[in-house]
């Protein structure tokens, strides 16, 4: 049971260790309140928010993972090499490609609603 508790503590301090150091991340967040505001003002559908909420989560999961990604990479080496860039690079392009996805969902649940 400590064990339990201990590794919620570590991911709590993870967490609170992310958001003061990656503005992107606190972005995310920022958004993800907009984005549940709306949702209670448009009423949308029980599927609607379990999209949204598995959209919103998925973000916030991919810039933590990006984040310890970078933490990883500039622990492993603080000289240039082009295999750290791509590490980076790639890493970035996954909340990249989730976040253009995450907007079309947005506009496929909201945009009906407010037309
Ligand atoms: N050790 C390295 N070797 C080569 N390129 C690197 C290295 N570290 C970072 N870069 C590259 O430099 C650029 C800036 O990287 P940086 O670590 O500042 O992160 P970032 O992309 O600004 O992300 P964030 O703002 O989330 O920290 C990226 O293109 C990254 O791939």
């Known amino acids: 049971m400590k064990k339990l508790w201990l590794s919620f503590h570590y991911a709590t301090e993870g967490l609170i260790q992310a958001l003061k150091s990656e503005r992107n991340l606190r972005i995310?967040?920022?958004?993800?309140?907009?984005?549940?505001?709306f949702g209670f003002l448009c009423k949308i559908s029980s599927v609607e928010w379990c999209i949204l909420l598995l959209t919103i989560g998925g973000m916030i999961v991919?810039?933590?993972?990006?984040?310890?990604?970078?933490?990883?990479?500039?622990?492993?080496?603080?000289?240039?090499?082009?295999?750290?860039?791509?590490?980076?690079?790639?890493?970035?392009?996954?909340?990249?490609?989730?976040?253009?996805?995450?907007?079309?969902?947005?506009?496929?649940?909201?945009?009906?609603?407010?037309?």
């Open 28 to 37: 995310h967040i920022f958004s993800a309140v907009i984005v549940v505001i």
């Open 62 to 115: 991919l810039e933590l993972i990006n984040t310890a990604i970078e933490r990883t990479v500039d622990l492993a080496t603080d000289k240039i090499h082009p295999l750290a860039k791509q590490a980076k690079d790639i890493a970035a392009a996954a909340c990249f490609i989730f976040a253009i996805i995450s907007v079309i969902i947005g506009l496929l649940i909201f945009l009906p609603k407010i037309t």
